[in-house]
């Protein structure tokens, strides 16, 4: 995890903001997603 979106998660946490943390989670799976299929097509594509 980038460690802004630690830092992020940690204040949305602290300040009990549900809607930011929300947010930021939908931001990590958004992100965690993207770099595994990246990652995985990389490999795929290489014969």
Known sequence: MPQW?????EKA?????IR???LL???WFFYRTRTTD???SIHISRP
Do not use: A, G, I, Y
């Open 5 to 9: 979106l630690c830092h992020q998660l």
């Open 38 to 40: 990246s990652k995985e």
């Open 13 to 17: 946490f602290r300040k009990k903001d």
């Open 25 to 27: 989670n939908d931001c």
């Open 20 to 22: 930011q943390v929300r």
